[in-house]
């Protein structure tokens, strides 16, 4: 029978409190997850205001991720005890979800700033810079890789990344040493590399050496690379230095900002020394 004294909800008013449709408690109620407190005569059906906290824990659980099965489960068990113990589980689930949002957003803002930054640039200018030390997170050692390790190594370094939350919104660049880069091949990479500002322990990084490099950009595909490193070469030899240990380059426009390959940036980072004099 009714209680005189308590106000009891259609499906539809209830439904209007919980902010959900009709068939999402109708569903409820077929699974067995929330019922409504009665049914009269006609079969229709009648929550209370009791039951809307039952439900807020049941979305509330849904939106961190907890499947209705298991939800489910919790409600054949429940019990004080149980109850601490599964809002214990889920602020733990709820705290590693704001760090991956946090880094995420902090991912956003570094490719916010490349970009903005690149706007700016000159692509056809070549500039002698000195670059402060950076740590970088390395691949391992990729050198003389056929295609298919390459392919490989590339696939493993973004799943390292992936995995221990290592990827910081910088570019996946390329090191290449010095003898390489003589011998024109100046994709014949050492080591990948993506630049860590806030490095952990644990991990095998780098830290670039501090100092005077060409810097210069180049427009296209791979296949007029050469190109470009003779008209940085050029700059080098005028201004008196020689080619350092290493040469960096990474993308600046890839294939999340130009649709067509010959409009891809890359940096060139050329480490140098003063040459000797004759």
Known sequence: ??????????????????????????????????????????????????????????????AVGMSLKDIQKYMAEKSPENFLELMHQQKEIVARKRRELEMIESIIDVKIDLTEEALH????????????????????????????????????????LDRSQLDTGYPIGGITRREQVLAGNYDNY????????????????????????????????STTLSETYERLFKVMREKG???????????????????REEDYVTKIMIEIKKGIDK
Not at 16 to 35: A, E, F, H, P, R
Not at 138 to 154: C, G, H, M, W, Y
Not at 241 to 259: H, R
Request: glycine share 4%.
């Open 190 to 221: 050492s080591y990948l590399y993506i630049e860590q500002p806030h490095p952990r322990e644990g991990h095998p990084y780098f830290e670039a050496i501090e100092g005077e490099f060409i810097v210069g950009y180049h427009v296209g595909t």
């Open 1 to 62: 029978m009714f209680n005189k004294n308590v106000k009891y909800f259609t499906t539809g008013e209830f439904a209007k409190i919980c902010k959900v449709n009709k068939q999402t408690l109708i569903y409820y109620d077929q699974i067995g997850l929330l019922s409504p407190i009665m049914k009269d005569s006609k079969d229709y059906r009648y929550y209370s205001i009791a039951q809307y906290e039952f439900f807020s824990v049941i979305e509330l659980l849904k």
């Open 121 to 160: 640039l000159d692509f056809d200018s070549i500039t002698i810079e000195q670059l402060p030390e950076a740590t970088l997170y390395l691949s391992k050692n990729i050198e003389d890789s056929t295609e298919e390790q390459f392919t490989k190594a590339v696939s493993d370094f973004i799943d390292e």
């Open 241 to 259: 230095f020689e080619l350092g240990k290493y040469v960096y380059d990474e993308y600046i426009y890839d294939a999340v900002i130009k649709n």
